[in-house]
């Protein structure tokens, strides 16, 4: 499939306007929807000591999360089409909201799980809900940029979260609460007012856009569907569209990205504070928010550039490769700044991969059953996030550092390198489109 480029001066003002709302929007859901998954890494600082958890406990905490998100992220997405955007959204926001300011209450390691098993049910069908979201506004040729601007968010939400948690950890004792506790509370109460925000404000398509005019509304609209006409077709029911074999091996070789992206967003903090010894909690905040900050530069970078030249396969596969050298560099560097620039390489390699997929994937799939098959793929990587966590905990008990878990990750990124490869040989026409 080719990519047509814009025919009217309606459809370019509406797809900049389009940029300016739904793109900026998306990224800001995701960016508090991110925080409230990945601020455990930092909790971990001063929680693992009072609730008594070894590596492995903390491992299985996050791996309990991306369980449950796993578990439901098909039903979920298969609501979202009947409930509608706008409300469904709303209702993950505000459910994930209150159940990561619960986590505030965990008393030791089963209360833990228990906890982030229910951040994990609310908030499954965020990610493909907001990815098929973005393919409903979004022609083919800025839809790997749209994705990036949203991706950022799991960068950025480090980069601003690094520091915001690093101060939260330094509340510790203030009215009684330890730091953590703090850091539960003041972290999760965001998702729900913005919750409040998307089901007052968010519209679900074009036509219900009050900031675009007539013109512009017809002009986009018609696009999206001439390209959905000329996409490939859906095969039967929701179902089958799960088990099709491009999405499945779609799902297979995203599992080594969605391996790494979960291990930055867990263990960076703790890998950080190994490699430069136990620093303050609000200097390892900051430190935390270097690799992702270049990372966000990097993805816009990237994906600004498959969109330019149209070409997917290669991009994703090239990013990939980066990530992956950059964790060696994590384990073979010398001193902490190389270390820490590795640890920059993998986070920018990473994202950038994310970006670029999707934008291939919405057009593999088609247009009926496309929230459905995104879902899916996301279900079957994601359990790279359910065993990740708990892989790296074990490793880092078993050798008393991060290296094995960091070239578990590694390898999983060469091997992603491979399917991919697969995919484009089974069909290049498609995925490279």
């Keep these: 499939m080719t990519t047509e480029p814009l025919d009217s001066p309606a459809e370019a003002s509406a797809v900049r306007k389009v940029f300016a709302r739904i793109a900026i929007a998306c990224a800001v859901i995701y960016v508090v929807a991110y925080l409230d998954r990945i601020n455990v890494g930092f909790a971990a600082l001063a929680m693992n000591k009072d609730l008594g958890l070894s590596a492995t406990a903390f491992g299985i905490a996050s791996t309990t999360l991306f369980l449950m998100y796993s578990a439901f992220e098909v039903p979920s997405s298969m609501l979202l089409l009947r409930m509608g955007m706008r409300l469904w959204l709303a209702r993950i926001m505000i459910t994930w909201g209150l159940a990561s300011m619960a986590t505030m209450f965990a008393e030791g390691p089963y209360s833990l799980y228990a906890l982030r098993a229910l951040v994990g049910i609310a908030e499954a069908g965020l990610m493909p809900g907001v990815l098929f979201y973005i393919s409903l506004w979004f022609p083919l040729a800025h839809r790997a940029r749209a994705n990036s601007i949203f991706l950022a968010s799991l960068p950025l939400s480090i980069v601003i979260g690094g520091p915001i948690s690093g101060a939260l950890l330094e509340m510790d004792g203030f009215l009684g609460l330890a730091g953590w506790r703090w850091l539960f509370l003041l972290e999760g109460a965001p998702a729900i007012i913005l919750g409040i925000c998307v089901l007052i404000w968010l519209p679900d398509r074009p036509a219900e856009a009050k900031w675009l005019s007539d013109e512009e509304k017809l002009a986009l609209q018609a696009r999206l569907d001439r390209e959905n006409a000329a996409g490939p077709a859906s095969h039967g029911s929701a179902w089958k569209e799960i088990v099709r074999p491009q999405v499945v091996l779609l799902a297979l070789a995203f ?12 263990w960076t903090p703790q890998i950080v ?32 550039r498959s969109d330019r030249t149209k070409e997917r396969i290669g991009h994703l596969m090239a990013v990939m490769a980066v990530a992956a050298v950059g964790w060696a ?28 997929f999707w934008a291939a994937v919405t057009q593999v799939l088609g247009d009926r059953n496309r929230a459905v098959g995104m879902a899916a793929i996301q279900s079957v990587a994601i359990l790279a996030s359910v065993v990740s966590p708990l892989i790296m ?16 990750a590694a390898v999983l990124l060469v091997v992603g390198i491979g399917l991919f490869a697969v995919a484009v040989r089974w069909a290049p026409a498609k995925a490279t489109a």
Excluded at 255 to 266: I, P, Q
Excluded at 329 to 349: E, F, I, N, R
């Design 255 to 266: 599992f080594g990205v969605l391996a790494s992206a979960s291990t930055l967003g867990v």
């Design 273 to 304: 504070n190994e490699v430069v010894g136990g620093a303050r909690p609000l200097v390892i905040g900051f430190l935390t928010a270097i690799p992702p900050l270049i990372a966000v530069v990097f993805m816009q970078w990237a994906s600004k």
């Design 329 to 356: 560099m994590v384990v073979v560097m010398p001193v902490p700044t190389l270390k820490l620039a590795g640890l920059s390489l993998s986070a920018s390699g990473v994202y950038a991969a994310m970006a670029i």
């Design 393 to 408: 905990g074990i490793l880092r008990d078993a050798t008393h550092n991060f290296y094995a878990g960091i070239w578990y």
